[in-house]
């Protein structure tokens, strides 16, 4: 049985792609997405190359960290509630033992405690619900991803937009926004958050150990590819932004 060539002398992965090219992405928000979002304040739907990400968002709400008397006065954050399920036969089935399930939620959690603005949600609830329809690869990310334009569509208050993306040493090459083949025959995978405006890190998790010399390089990538997200991300923000500002007018008759 022949090897599988990751890379041709055409200077392209086994998907067609070149070297630091990212899958194509497609953003749906609140009433586009392929969800009934009756009874939620947020949604988004991500594709991101064969991936496909829902999330709901509801809140801010009471009901947030059940805390007394000196608990409660030095923790006052908000409360962050994730559920994940996997929709996708790639992906295990809503077990919250589930090593992969409790890598996204952390992951989440981790991101959005520091990228949701603390003080105006003290003690309240923002619960966040994650169905993974389809999963090939770099899903953290696109879970990442799908979640801060859903906190957004709820109108939670974040400290700039988040993007997040993933590389993969492969063959001595860096790839960037890696496949389920790619990433399983890696030596190594990079998975970053980061603000959009700034570039300003929030979420790093690297598997497998790297040389120093080539670690910057893996990171120089992957914040770079944080950037094909945003992009499209503001565009389609901006856009929905005004759908809904016209929607309420016609609405109001004003």
Do not use: W
């Amino acid at each position: 049985m022949s090897k599988l060539e990751y890379f041709s002398l055409e200077g392209l992965r086994i998907d067609g792609r070149r070297e630091r090219e990212v899958r194509n992405i497609e953003i749906a928000c609140g009433f586009e997405c392929d969800v009934d979002i009756s009874g939620y304040d947020g949604a988004s739907q991500i594709k991101h190359g064969l991936n496909k990400v829902q999330v709901l968002v509801k809140g801010p709400s009471e009901g947030g960290k059940a805390l007394r008397g000196a608990q409660r006065a030095l923790d006052d954050s908000v409360d962050i509630r994730v559920e994940v399920m996997f929709s996708t036969d790639k992906g295990p089935k809503s077990s919250k033992n589930d090593r992969m399930v409790t890598d996204i939620v952390n992951a989440i959690k981790g991101t959005f405690g520091e990228a949701i603005i603390q003080d105006m949600y003290k003690r309240l609830a923002i619960r966040i619900f994650v169905n993974i329809i389809e999963a090939d690869g770099g899903i953290k990310s696109t879970v990442l991803n799908a979640v801060g334009v859903a906190l957004i569509d709820a109108g939670i208050a974040l400290r700039d937009l988040t993007s997040s993306c993933s590389v993969v040493l492969l063959e001595n090459r860096i790839f960037t926004d890696g496949n389920h083949l790619e990433i399983n025959a890696a030596t190594a995978e990079l998975t970053v958050a980061v603000y959009s405006s700034s570039g300003k890190m929030i979420y790093v998790d690297l598997r497998s150990k790297v040389p120093v010399k080539e670690l910057d390089d893996l990171f120089d990538a992957c914040v770079r590819g944080t950037g094909h997200f945003s992009r499209i991300a503001k565009e389609k923000l901006r856009s929905h932004a005004f759908e809904i500002f016209a929607l309420n007018q016609r609405i109001h008759g004003t």
